[in-house]
């Protein structure tokens, strides 16, 4: 049998006693180095003493030596060769060690328990591969004048730009680097890709050589802290014992030959006391068995766990492919049942529709991907309120995903209660969106933090000790809930706009009484022309447990809006002649005339009218079509046909009888193009122009279109406001809000009237 000890010979003790006296160490320091509790061990090995052989190796490898070169008589091999593990070589061990853990390694890492869902899911049948970001976002340097003006489009690519374009598969990235740290935001999928690492490993389909080792690291640590020793080598061993692996040599010799892939999970998770013995315990353990891959996982915010020699990379956002290949999984996976799959359909097309922008945004993250899927799933539809599922989101993050998966977090909060928490974020939120700043350095948002806690009871009064206490918050929530994240070096901002949003209207709605509740709705109105305060009043009427009130202060100011233009208002009272025909509804036909008179070739202007009346719908949009055919016309080929192809459409479904008659008497003077191309052409050069007149005159008598509105730049704009701010009022009843009947029918009799209606209403009322 190899010997289980080794000792020093006497050359070796020279030359170990030479690399110790470089080192400048105590025999206690080299103990500490390793591990040991007693210095016992360091006084045999430079006296010539037998030691254990992990430690004698462990010495060796801290004093920089080779240990074959520092032992007496080394064995050539840990297990002899006639022992059965050995008998057909390391490949043959390897193969044996990982059908031997086979088990244990399915255990650990085949099945996912997806939040709310009451069974288990296996990894194979809902992993989607990830991409990984080579450089870190959050080390790049940018100047926070170039963010500030940052459309909010393009706010969640910050930090990317183009380091989007150096994503590589995870796979590649653990090809690439032998010793790797993946970081990656609270719900990421940074366990669930060490998951997938070991069962691939395992398989033989990654690192087929190697044999896969799983260690969720805040059980190591809690269990090196009840033993006192922090050794990953003795670790192991005891897991190993758990897959009936009893010879200890074995897995010496799987290190020093490099047949181990040792996937560390979750260093964020280690307490602040056994933190740092934690990370120089894998510092060590890498150094003495280089040949091995390593791979750690920490949250971003956590990067300043620095291991030394490990290459840092970071978990890329979901793309569009990724949600959409997960989604098809996620729910083929639920249930068996076809119409789950017809399901994971719908999902990725309701997804798509413009109005879900904002959860689009947000389920790049897989674990915001999980919950909108599971809320799908339930109600077939995604929340009517946006508030709803951003509240999810945040239950999640301020606890619930932590406590899911039994992980306790330093609490450097000072007892701070959710509340306080909420509190807090919203102060945040509404003190830098108010002011147009969705970027903001450390310094700022510190400031920030020390304001609220020094609202505090028992707050401290020391301004040092207060920086101190505001850095450390600010750290804790980019740490534990990743609600605050660096985007880039020492800029901050919410780690997704909408969690901005939800936070600026919480502030709002929270307000302590009904006075100070209609000071903060009065504030917001004021804002109702600008369009990224559009989604903080949508939020707003959501959650307010009566948004009555709201809903007149936003009609009063957009009616305020073209109140003092008298050229407008004469417009708005044309439009509200126009709209006392039946059968539409008068303010579908005031937003018609709006929408018609100002902008005849852009069917987005539509949008208000068909928000009032659906069935104009197609009737609107086929008009409209026709009038772009007609405005600007050319000879060209393809826009003649274009005309004929809408006049054809427009014949289907234009009721009425008159206009009817007109437009088909214009096709029948139109030549079929596809009897006869070159005649069809020439008819066109010689006609186009007076042809496209007659069209034009028949729809404007249609729409009684006759009088010119001629508006300037100015007016153009002020209408262009007024028109959007409808829209918006419009939005906020349609969402779901509490709005009594009678304060609904008011407000849409009322939309788009000249002020002196409005107020001959009111006095009727």
């Not at 901002?493 to 006075?515: C, D, G, P, T």
């Not at 949508?538 to 073209?562: C, E, G, P, W, Y």
């Not at 233009?565 to 006392?580: G, I, M, N, P, V």
Request: a negative charge; charged letters at 20%; one cysteine or more.
């Amino acid at each position: 049998m190899a010997k289980r000890s080794l000792h020093a010979s006497q050359p070796g003790i020279q030359q170990a006693r030479r690399a110790f006296t470089r080192k400048g160490w105590t025999q206690e320091n080299l103990a500490g180095e390793v591990n040991l509790k007693t210095r016992q061990p360091v006084w045999r090995f430079f006296t010539g003493r037998p030691i254990e052989r992990h430690t004698f190796i462990e010495l060796c490898s801290v004093l920089e030596l080779d240990w074959r070169a520092i032992a007496e008589n080394p064995p050539a091999e840990f297990v002899e060769p006639g022992e059965p593990v050995q008998s057909g070589g390391i490949d043959i061990l390897v193969q044996q060690m990982r059908s031997q853990r086979q088990g244990k390694i399915q255990d650990q890492c085949g099945t996912l328990q997806l939040l709310d869902i009451n069974r288990p899911a296996s990894i194979d049948d809902i992993y989607i591969d990830v991409n990984i970001l080579e450089e870190i976002p959050s080390q790049q340097w940018l100047e926070l004048t170039n963010l500030q003006d940052l459309p909010p489009k393009e706010f969640d690519r910050v930090g990317l730009g183009a380091v989007a374009l150096k994503q590589i598969p995870g796979i590649s990235a653990v090809e690439t680097a032998s010793k790797l740290r993946v970081l990656g935001k609270p719900g990421s999928g940074k366990t669930t890709f060490l998951q997938h690492l070991a069962i691939q490993c395992n398989q033989g389909n990654f690192a087929a050589d190697r044999v896969p080792i799983f260690i969720t690291l805040r059980d190591f640590a809690g269990e090196a802290k009840t033993s006192g020793e922090y050794s990953l080598l003795q670790y192991i061993q005891a897991e190993f014992l758990t897959s009936g692996i009893t010879e200890r040599s074995v897995l010496e010799t799987l290190l020093c030959q490099g047949r181990v892939m040792l996937l560390l999970d979750g260093l964020d998770e280690v307490l602040q006391p056994e933190s740092k013995a934690v990370i120089n315990e894998i510092r060590r353990f890498s150094e003495n068995y280089q040949k091995n891959l390593f791979v750690v996982t920490c949250r971003t915010a956590a990067k300043s766990y620095t291991i030394q020699r490990f290459t840092d990379v970071e978990i890329a956002p979901f793309t569009q492919d990724q949600i959409a290949a997960f989604a098809q999984k996620w729910f083929t996976t639920l249930t068996h049942a076809p119409i789950e799959q017809e399901l994971g359909v719908q999902f990725i097309q309701k997804l798509d529709r413009p109005e879900n922008l904002h959860l689009r945004r947000l389920v790049v993250n897989p674990l915001f991907l999980h919950l909108a899927c599971w809320v799908f799933h339930r109600q077939e539809k995604f929340p009517t309120k946006g508030a709803q599922f951003y509240k999810q989101c945040l239950d999640l993050l301020l606890g619930k995903w932590d406590e899911s998966r039994g992980i306790q977090r330093d609490e450097i909060y000072r007892g701070f209660l959710l509340p306080q928490k909420l509190r807090l974020m919203s102060q945040i939120a509404a003190a830098t969106f108010e002011q147009g700043h969705h970027f903001f350095e450390q310094q700022e948002i510190e400031q920030y933090i020390s304001d609220y806690v020094q609202e505090l009871p028992d707050a401290p009064t020391e301004p040092e000790e207060l920086q101190l206490d505001s850095e450390g918050i600010l750290k804790a929530i980019e740490l534990q809930h990743g609600l605050l994240t660096e985007r880039v070096r020492g800029l901050f901002s919410f780690s997704y706009l909408a969690f901005q949003e939800y936070f600026m209207a919480r502030k709002i709605v929270a307000s302590h009484n009904l006075e100070a509740l209609e000071q903060a709705l009065e504030r917001l109105v004021n804002h109702i022309t600008e369009p990224r305060w559009r989604e903080i009043f949508l939020l707003t009427a959501a959650m307010l447990r009566s948004a009555d009130s709201l809903v007149h202060l936003m009609k009063q100011h957009i009616d305020a809006i073209v109140a003092q233009d008298s050229y407008l208002q004469e417009f708005l009272t044309w439009a509200s002649q126009k709209s006392r025909t039946p059968p539409t509804p008068p303010a579908a036909t005031r937003a018609f005339y709006l929408a018609l008179t100002r902008s005849p070739h852009l069917a987005s202007h539509f949008a208000l009218a068909c928000t009032l009346d659906q069935g104009m719908f197609l009737d609107i949009a086929l008009d409209d079509l026709l009038l772009e055919c007609a405005m600007d016309s050319s000879p060209d080929f393809a826009h003649a046909h274009a005309c004929a192809d809408a006049l054809s459409n427009a014949l289907v479904v234009v009721l009425d009888i008159g206009l009817q008659q007109t437009l088909q008497h214009l096709k029948d003077q139109l030549p079929d193009p596809t009897q006869d191309k070159t005649q069809f052409e020439n008819w066109w050069q010689a006609n186009h122009l007076a042809w496209t007149k007659q069209l034009k005159g028949a729809i404007a008598e249609h729409h009684n279109l006759q009088q010119n509105w001629h508006f300037s730049p100015e007016q153009q704009q002020v209408l262009q406001r007024y028109y959007d701010a409808n829209q918006l009022l419009l939005d906020c009843l349609n969402s779901n809000c509490e709005v009594t009947g009678a304060v609904r029918q008011e407000i849409e009799a009322a939309l788009l009237l000249p002020q002196k209606e409005i107020e001959e209403r009111e006095w009727r009322v």
